[in-house]
Each structure stands twice: as C-alpha cells, then as structure tokens.
C-alpha cells in the first residue's frame, strides 16, 4: 500500500483541472496529483459543469436531420427529446447554448413550481377533456346534455382557430376572448326559403340572456376539468371572473292574464273536438260520421299545466305512479329538475282532479303515462292550438308561472302562508315566489280555487267535460 501523501497534495473538492490540462506534482501552483486516497491522476482532464443541466444536445444524425435536445418533462418525469427549429434556437452553437439555457431554467422553474403545490400538465387534448365532462355525467337531463353540447362545440371550435389544442394551454385570457367572441356572435335567423333547420346569421347581435346561457354552460364544463387536475393555468377565480354574466333586464314574468286563459283553453276545446269528415269505418257502415278525432287530445294537458304549475318536463313525463287520487295529490319522484321529490295538492283544484279521475277510469292504472302523449306530440299540438285561437306567445312555462302567480296572490286558498304553499307546490324557493309573483295581480278573497282565482266559469267545465268524453 502506497504511503500517504501529504495534506498539501489531497485534492480539494471542486478543484479539478481544465479539460487536457496536466496536474501538478504536488506544489501550490500545479495543484494536487493525488487524490483524496492517494490515487495518481495522472492526465485526467477537468470535468465542467454544464451551463444548461439537465438538458443534452444531439447532433444532427441519419433520420434526425436537425439539432434537438433530450431533457425531463418536469410533469411527468419522463424523458422527452424536443427538436430546434434549424432557423431559430439551432441556427448556430451560440443559439443551441442559449436555448439549452433557458430550456434548463425553465424545466428548473417548472419543478419548484410543482414542489409547491401546482398542479401537474396532463398533455390532454382539449376535445378530449371537454367529451370527459359528459362521460363522466350520464344522469344528466337530455335538455341539459343539448344546451351543455352547444357550448361545448363553440369552445372547441374557437380554441381549434386560435391554436389551443391541449387543456394545458388554457390560460385565463383564453377565457376573457371567448367570452368576447360569444358576445360579438351574430344572431341566428331562419333564412328565408330554406329548408328546416338551415339558419344565417344576421347583423343582429345576439341577446345578452342567449350568451349568458353559453357561458353558464361553459363555466360547469371547465369548473369541472379544473376540480379533476385537466386546467393546471386556470383557477377558480379565472372561470368566475373571465366568464362573467353579461347584465340582462329583468321584467315582471309574463303570465296570462284571464282573457287569455279562456282563450286558451276555448283552443284547446275546439282543437279536441276537431274531426275527420270521413274515414274507411264510416264509408264501410262501421261508424258514424264525424266521429273520429283528427287529432290527439291536449286539452287534459293543458289543464295539468295550467293547475299543477308542474314544468314541462315534469308533466309530459307524469306516471299514474305518481298520482294518488285517494290522497288527492301527485307525489313527484326525484326525476324533477331539483332532483327532490314534492307533492301537489289536487285540492286547489277539482277540475283537475276530475280530469285525472275520468282519465283512470273504474280501475286506475298503477303505471303507464298519464296522457298518453309523446313530447314530439305534445309540442306539435302546442303549435296547432295558435290556428284555434290560443294568445300569441302563449308557452308550457308561461303556464307554470301563471299557476305560480295566482296561488300566490290568492288569499282564499293558502292564507298567509300562500307564498310558501305555492314555492313547495312549484319546486322553487320561497324566495323566488316573493320576488316575481306576489302582489302582481289581485285575487278576490272569495276565490278559494285555483280556477276560480284564474276568473274561471263556464270555459273550465267545458274544457273538463271535453276532457272526460271518450275519444
């Protein structure tokens, strides 16, 4: 075993000579020739360290024409070779170097950024994490999924115009622009002669509530991408704020007043007794002629709409599972908009529970639709009624709100507490029930019935009376 050389000749770490530059033989100026365990160096060369670590540069070679540089992406650990633009970063050695730099500290930036608590770049595509939304929520209503789906295309195709193809790219002035984009919109008309469907944009902009529902839509799309990891540059102060609701004015709700309520249902009543003049029974002797409906009752609809108060979907969906005429109520399941079951009393109305009762007949059905209507059916009589006479502009939810509002103004039914029996009645908050019905229309105190607060007579009973005669 080699003695020990003396303490002047022990290397001292980080001094180590330049590359092809000789070690001393011991004295102060050459510097040491021995290492720590008194090893000869020799001719070893210095080892330098690298300007740019972490990041190494590979020559051009067959099949890879161009400089690159193989580094670790910092999200995923993996190890990534990324390729310089012969123009630019890989023009000369100068550029390589000082690309190689900036790329280091950057990756270096990005690690210290994760350690913190960042979250970490999936490299998901965009459309992919939008399409993960509704994979990740098949509950959702068909309404909802249209109106979501709406939103969706339009991000993607505004995104695919600007160059955003990954989540990661998503930065909050992104969502600033498309919410600019959205407002300068055109309005969508149906152009004249065209075929159902086809649409052109106008010089209209378009209404401040139809952005409003796009961006609604879209801040649920990309709440949810940020809550799973797919946004790592978007906060939930970006999507509130970059996504802001544009100020809409806010008009007392349309209801129908009661003129327009008997107009209603006297369409209702003539589009019911609508019949073929002729049919092959009747030209065969086996009927009478006259006899047949042209069309599928709407009137029994009409009257649930109108004194139920139920939304559109709520009604067009109703099951004899859900209506208890003993009880004298319709017990909704948890299918409703709010998710939360409620009841209605038919005791507001006995128009209503007449109707229900002659529908069901000496032995009430335990399932099974209630009209009998699909919701293409229902919306195509809906159209028709216009031809009979039914107030212009006249809708399912207008029928809703009317229900709202005379429960709510009518002393005779609910008392004090008419407010909150017609909110639990509706599914809305008692809140909504103060603010856009009461006090907006006046309800005689003798009224102690939903059709009678609507200024009902003789046009309810005929209407029941349609309802109840067989088709």
């Known amino acids: ?233 978007i906060s939930r102060d970006d999507v509130t704020d970059r996504l802001r609701m544009f100020p809409t004015a806010h008009d007392a709700p349309a209801f129908l007043r009661p003129a327009q309520i008997r107009d209603l249902l006297n369409a209702a009543h003539a589009h019911d007794a609508e019949t073929f003049k002729a049919t092959r029974l009747e030209h065969a002797g086996q009927g009478e002629p006259g006899a047949t409906r042209r069309y599928p009752p709407i009137a029994p609809l009409v009257l649930g709409a109108l004194l139920s108060g139920m939304r559109f979907g709520e009604l067009a969906g109703l099951d004899w599972s859900e209506v208890d005429l003993d009880a004298g109520e319709i017990r909704l399941t948890s299918r409703t908009k709010t998710k939360r079951a409620r009841s209605i009393s038919l005791e507001v109305s006995p128009t209503l529970a007449s109707v229900l009762t002659s529908l069901a007949g000496e032995k009430p059905p335990r399932s099974g639709s209630v009209w009998g209507l699909t919701e293409e059916q229902i919306r195509a009589a809906a159209k028709r009624l216009s031809k009979y006479g039914a107030p212009p502009g006249w809708t399912w939810q207008g029928l809703r709100r009317t229900c709202g509002t005379y429960l709510t103004n009518a002393p005779g039914i609910f008392g004090a507490a008419s407010a909150y029996r017609s909110a639990r009645q509706l599914g809305h908050s008692v809140t909504i029930a103060e603010r856009h019905y009461l006090g907006v229309v006046k309800v005689p105190k003798e009224a102690t019935t939903l059709e009678a607060a609507m200024g009902g007579g003789r046009e309810f009973n005929a209407l029941s009376a349609s309802a109840n005669a067989p088709g």
């Open 1 to 233: 075993m080699p003695p020990k050389p003396p303490r002047s000749q022990i290397e001292v770490p980080g001094e180590v000579p330049a590359r092809g530059e000789k070690l001393g033989s011991g004295s102060s100026e050459g510097g040491a020739g021995f290492d720590s365990r008194g090893r000869d160096l020799g001719t070893r060369a210095r080892r330098t360290r690298s300007p740019h670590p972490g990041v190494v540069l590979i020559a051009p070679q067959d099949g890879h024409p161009t400089w690159r540089a193989r580094c670790e992406d910092p999200d995923t650990g993996q190890r990534v070779k990324v390729r310089l633009d012969p123009l630019g970063a890989g023009r000369n050695a100068q550029t390589r170097r000082e690309w190689a730099i900036q790329k280091a500290q950057s990756i270096a930036k990005r690690k210290d950024a994760l350690a913190a608590g960042a979250p970490r770049a999936t490299g998901t595509a965009l459309a992919t994490a939008v399409d993960r939304y509704f994979k990740d929520h098949p509950r959702l209503r068909e309404r909802t999924r249209e109106t979501y789906a709406k939103a969706a295309a339009k991000l993607k195709d505004w995104c695919a115009a600007q160059g955003v193809r990954s989540a990661d790219q998503v930065t909050a002035a992104h969502l600033e622009a498309f919410r600019t984009s959205l407002a300068k919109a055109p309005r969508q008309r149906q152009a004249a002669g065209a075929s159902r469907g086809k649409r052109k944009g106008t010089s209209e902009p378009r209404a401040a509530s139809a952005v409003n529902v796009d961006l609604r839509s879209t801040k649920v799309l990309l709440g949810y991408l940020r809550r799973v990891g797919l946004l790592p540059k």
